[in-house]
């Protein structure tokens, strides 16, 4: 980005002329000319984030502080170094590049403490796609708490935390391995109240860690892994070493797969070595020149949505093998396709894992089918999500140091129906759902308990199951309220009898809430089985994108939500787009996730909730198949 | 053996053996049209003598078109030769082929020119194709010579020792020049589509037999061009159209074609295109019918009402598809009009559709509608009482040509069953028939050698009888003014005029209209709707 594109606003007054501004930067490749740019005439001292020291600021008492991020990503960094960094009554934030389907930011700090004390507060664009906030407080703030702020603003999370032990880092250069949370300790010394700041610890090899209280585990920084570094004397040792422990976590709140396109504009890009680091490059030109640390960004991965795939070639190996192998599980858990047509050497093997590398495409003809290449996405980010989030990678550590971690939560699933032959059906679609914890609450509308189908495929169930029975004239709305108010999960999800899953379709949308932070998660109604002509239709639903409604079958939302919205309207149809609505106008967001582990069955009118005739399918359909032909992900065997 | 399905013309799915490697058992009867050129012949058969392929698989049938004084078998030749001649007016390259065809016993007829001296492994190269799949045409190399030739000993000599291609020069000799254009282009024609019949050229090809006479024979009222038609029916039959590079043959002397070439387009221009419906760059004219239509639309008229079936027909004859013919399907011969109240007939809409059309040169009634619509390229099945758009049909029949579709089906309406109007690609049907496993549906195996598509029917401008309007004469082109500029100027300005009273007058009227309008009613609140489940 040029100086000129960084221009802020005519009117822009952050501190006087000659002022002391101290400047925290995270990703930035000159930061030398963003900082004359946005804060010209002040005297401004200027630091990396990752050579920040955890002692006191250098510069005391600064006018204002300055926390400038090239993206989303990189500012989520900062927020976890809010103990390291200065308060001061004027704080500016700035990202300068973010991904397209990023929103305007806003400040949310604490209600009636931070907030209370806000007295302006400005938001500019800033050239193509950054923005400028500039804050103003009639007390001295951390500026860690404004950054904070604005990321919580950023996802759909009104909570911004993690469900895990607290951490605290010995040395602000491991920031990136627990990125995002204000709440991290920074410096690692013993507090003095006599509670300790952490559960937690993570240090630098070689460093003190006076706490005794709690447990640390140690990381170099990432410069102790470059190539040149593993060639030094002992540097081998740390190679033979390696494992995905090693590899910083990818930060699913911002690299995720959000904004995933299904129909690429592009073709094939290759990952190559330019002035030796990995460039993702298309047609000669190129796209995203990862850092050297091997971070992969919100905005980076946004700029790779319209190729087709990434292909890769594992040497030369980026910066070091720690750093490649971090570039490919923050793309893999973005769900860029890749391929590999190499086979992977030892240390990506040990790095990343072999179940992740076995994911990956062998050739080009593996993503030539748009189908098959979100197939090939899904399948890697998934598991990449798993293998290397920060949530995961954390939990991993909690249990190694014997720390208590959260088990998975349970999700009701409220399953109404009116036709008793089709419990056995719908239950062993459940049945077979894998990777969560669940229970059933089949409300019985109309259809007695003792029916015989029924009671079959209810004793045949081996999973927790409530029956609950509805008179046939009660509104479907009223019907779900009353399964409902049986369930016991933390989470709800609704489910349509006849209907096919696949054995992941909760499992990603559990994996989708994480990532997303929305209230509402479901999949996008792209598939359907048109059975009077024995025909699979594929909609042009965009998914992984905040919207305004998923498909009604397949919404999973927080029990204690649902509840604060008054449950469903005791109506007979349309029950899923009333609550909806009333979810987004009671401030709350909807995220639709991938389409591929759902297909709707569309059976013969008046049999069906959906009244549109063949031809509305046909209509909007972007592909079609004769018979019955699911995605690869929902597994069916016929 | 399971039928192999080569989808269009990509027959990728056959692995051919190496020429010399397997073991024929398919028989093949080599068809020769001659007339006069004894020394050519000579040479045809010597080169025949000499193939790779069992003798006692192959057959060769000559047929003598009327030579004086007449042809002769020479010494060297295959075993089993056969020498017939035709009848005095029963003349012409069709017709002798024919002759040759009834009495051929072979599984393989393989057309071969009188001129033709075939390489060694000629034959084995075509039979390798044949006894792949049951439906295939395969087209060999020919390089045209024009050097003078040797005797047949030589070359009997040259072609069992497997020299064939010592014979001639080669460099001085010329390809089939069209042929291996349209192999570079097509990808050795299988991506060539509803264009690979046009290499049934009799000099060189090769048909299954049982194919061939499910088409039947070459067609005599043609004098030239009667191969390039045969190979359209082929295709309207399921074939599928083979190039085999390695069935190398030497044509002695250029082709009619190489000489003539200007006249004898010139000719075929005229004749051909009336029976190959595919030619589409040679029927361009908008509202022409040929003798084989593009399009048969197939309307069962049986149970339905007279003014269903009229609104379709007339519909699809109304269409900008002109190129089709309408057949009507219904109990024509059993009508019977009661001669005094012919408005109370039994059968009266039967009767009434029957007398509607009955001079229409687009429409015909069967009583039963054949199993194919062959040589028509499509047939569109169509409900009495749904209504093609003045379009629709051009759309579709360009759709299913671009996309190879065999089957388009139209969703027009339901109730529990999808009513349905179907567009059916007539080779793709006849290929599914083929390869078809017993009980399997046509439409399963269409999906595997050509692809099927549902369309939506109100998108595609299909509307139900009661909704569709009547078609209409298109109004004559306003003749352009005449006389002077300021003339016009001076009509356009009385029209205004006239247009402005009559808007002040519907103003009038709409207002008194409102006035009886407003008595006091509930008044609607401004709620805006609830918005639709998506």
Redesign the interface.
């Known amino acids: 980005m040029t100086a000129k594109a960084l221009r802020p606003p005519g009117d822009l007054l952050f501190v006087k002329a000659g002022a002391k501004v101290a400047a925290a930067c995270a990703g930035l490749e000159d930061p030398d000319e963003v900082v004359a740019a946005l804060l010209g005439p002040a005297s401004v001292h200027a630091v990396d984030i990752e050579r920040v020291s955890a002692g006191p600021w250098p510069v005391p008492d600064p006018a204002g502080v300055a926390l400038l991020a090239r993206t989303p990503t990189d500012l989520r960094r900062l927020v976890s170094l809010r103990g390291a960094l200065p308060s001061a009554v004027r704080v500016m934030v700035a990202i300068l590049e973010t991904p397209s389907w990023f929103d305007t930011p806003q400040v949310v700090m604490s209600r009636g403490v931070g907030q209370r004390v806000l007295r302006e507060c400005r938001v500019h664009r800033l050239g193509a796609s950054g923005w400028l906030i500039t804050t103003r407080f009639s007390k001295e703030q951390p500026a860690g708490d404004v950054a904070a702020a604005i990321t919580r603003g950023m996802t759909g999370f009104h909570l911004n935390a993690h469900p895990l032990p607290a951490v605290a880092l010995g040395d602000p250069a491991l920031a990136d391995w627990w990125p995002g949370d204000p709440d991290a300790s920074c410096g690692g010394a013993p507090e003095k109240s006599g509670v300790p700041s952490a559960e937690l610890g993570l240090r630098l090899p070689d460093a003190e860690w006076p706490d005794r209280r709690v447990p640390v585990l140690a990381r170099p920084p990432w410069e102790h892994a470059t190539w040149t570094a593993i060639g030094a004397p002992g540097g081998y040792e740390r190679l033979a070493r390696l494992d995905p422990g090693q590899v910083p976590p990818v930060d699913e709140r911002s690299v995720n797969p959000r904004g995933f396109l299904r129909t690429p504009a592009k073709g094939i890009g290759d990952i190559v070595l330019a002035g030796g680091r990995w460039t993702a490059r298309l047609d000669g030109r190129d796209l995203v020149a990862f850092p050297e640390s091997g971070l992969v960004t919100d905005t980076d991965v946004d700029r790779l949505r319209r190729l087709r795939a990434l292909r890769l070639s594992w040497r030369p190996a980026h910066t070091g093998p720690i750093a490649a192998a971090r570039v490919v599980a923050g793309l893999a858990a973005a769900g860029v396709p890749l391929i590999a047509p190499s086979p992977p050497p030892a240390w990506a093997t040990a790095t990343l894992g072999e179940d992740l590398l076995s994911l990956l495409a062998r050739e080009d003809a593996d993503v030539a089918d748009d189908l098959r290449r979100e197939e090939l996405s899904v399948r890697m980010r998934r598991h990449a999500l798993r293998a290397h989030g920060t949530t995961a990678r954390w939990t991993a550590f909690a249990a190694a140091a014997g720390l208590p971690v959260p088990g998975p939560p349970t999700i009701s699933v409220v399953m109404c129906t009116r036709r008793g032959d089709l419990v056995a059906f719908a239950l062993g679609q459940i049945a077979r759902q894998r990777g969560v914890e669940l229970e059933v609450v089949l409300a019985l509308h109309g259809v007695p308990a003792g029916d015989p189908d029924v009671a079959a495929a209810v004793s045949a169930f081996d999973r927790p199951l409530t029956v609950v029975e509805a008179p046939a004239e009660m509104p479907f709305g009223a019907v779900l309220n009353a399964a409902v108010a049986r369930a016991s999960g933390a989470y709800v999800t609704k489910w349509d009898d006849d209907d096919w899953y696949g054995p992941d379709h909760l499992a990603d949308l559990l994996l989708a809430r994480g990532y997303s932070g929305a209230d509402l998660v479901g999949a996008a109604s792209e598939f359907f089985y048109l059975e009077q002509i024995n025909v699979t239709i594929r909609r042009r639903w965009t998914s992984e994108t905040m919207s305004d409604h998923v498909a009604g079958g397949t919404f999973l939302i927080a029990r204690e939500t649902l509840a604060a919205l008054g449950g469903f309207r005791p109506i007979p149809r349309s029950v899923d787009i009333e609550l909806f609505q009333s979810l987004l106008r009671a401030g709350g967001c909807i995220y639709r996730t991938h389409g591929l582990g759902f297909m709707a069955r569309r059976a013969a009118r008046g049999k069906h909730t959906w009244q549109e005739p063949v031809g509305y399918f046909l209509h909007r359909a972007k592909d079609q198949w004769r018979g019955f032909r699911p995605s690869r992900l929902m597994e069916h065997r016929p | 053996m399971k039928a192999p399905r080569i989808r269009h013309n990509d027959y990728s799915v056959l692995t051919p053996p190496e020429l010399g490697a397997w073991r024929p058992r398919l028989t093949v009867s080599v068809i020769i049209a001659a007339y006069g050129h004894q020394d050519k012949l000579d040479l045809t058969l010597a080169a025949l003598a000499g193939q790779s392929y069992p003798s006692h698989l192959l057959e060769v049938i000559v047929i003598d078109d009327g030579t004086a004084p007449p042809l002769r078998l020479p010494e060297i030749a295959p075993e089993r030769t056969r020498l017939l001649r035709t009848e005095e007016g029963s003349r012409g390259r069709a017709n002798a082929r024919n002759v040759g065809l009834e009495v051929a016993d072979g599984d393989v007829v393989h057309w071969l020119d009188a001129d033709m001296v075939t390489h060694h492994d000629e034959v084995e190269a075509h039979m390798r194709w044949h006894h792949l799949a049951g439906y295939l045409v395969v087209m060999g190399y020919v390089r045209y010579v024009e050097e003078d030739w040797p005797a047949p000993a030589e070359v009997y000599a040259a072609v069992s020792a497997g020299a064939g291609e010592k014979l001639f020069d080669l460099e001085a000799s010329e390809p089939h020049q069209w042929i291996v254009d349209l192999a570079e282009r097509t990808d050795g024609l299988r991506a060539a589509k509803d264009t690979a019949y046009r290499v049934h050229v009799t000099n060189a090809a090769s048909v299954n037999a049982r194919l061939l006479r499910e088409t039947g024979p070459l067609q005599t009222e043609l004098v030239l061009g009667e191969d390039t038609e045969l190979g359209y029916r082929l295709a309207q039959h399921g074939a599928a159209f083979v190039l085999e590079p390695q069935a190398r043959s030497w044509h002695l002397g250029r082709s009619m074609m190489m000489r003539d070439g200007d006249r004898v387009s010139r000719y075929n221009r005229v004749f051909v295109p009336d029976r190959v419906a595919h030619m589409r760059w040679q029927r361009t004219h908008p509202k022409r019918q040929y003798l084989v239509p593009y399009v048969e639309v197939v309307v069962d008229a049986t149970g339905a009402s007279y003014e269903d079936t009229r609104a379709t027909v007339d519909g699809v004859l109304a269409g900008s598809l002109h190129d089709l013919q309408v057949t009507l399907v219904g109990p024509w011969s059993t009508l019977a009009e009661d001669r005094r109240s012919p408005q109370y007939s039994p059968n009266l809409d039967l009767l009434l559709v029957h007398g509607l059309y009955r001079h229409d040169g687009r429409v015909r009634y069967v009583e039963r509608l054949p199993e194919s619509a062959a040589p028509t390229p499509y047939r569109l099945t169509c409900p009495p009482g749904w209504v093609p758009g003045p379009d629709s049909l051009r759309r579709m029949v360009a759709l299913a040509a671009d996309q190879g579709y065999g089957l388009i089906?139209v969703?027009?309406?339901?109730t529990?069953?999808?009513v349905?109007a179907r567009l059916e690609h007539t080779g793709a049907y006849a290929r599914a028939r083929l390869v078809a496993a017993p009980g399997e549906p046509l439409?399963?195996a269409v999906?595997d050698v050509a692809g099927?598509?549902?369309?939506?029917?109100?998108?595609w401008g299909w509307l139900p009888a009661a909704e569709a309007p009547e078609p209409k004469a298109q109004q004559p082109a306003r003749p352009a003014p005449s006389g002077k500029p300021g003339q016009e100027v001076v009509r356009l300005r009385e029209e205004n005029a006239r247009l402005e009273r009559r808007i002040a007058q519907l103003t009038d009227e709409l207002e008194r209209v409102r006035l009886s309008a407003s008595r006091p009613r509930r008044r609607r609140l401004p709620f805006p709707r609830?918005?639709e489940?998506?």
């Open positions: 089906s969703a027009l309406d339901e529990d069953v999808v349905t439409d399963d999906e099927t598509y549902w369309v939506d029917g109100a998108t609830r918005p489940r998506r």
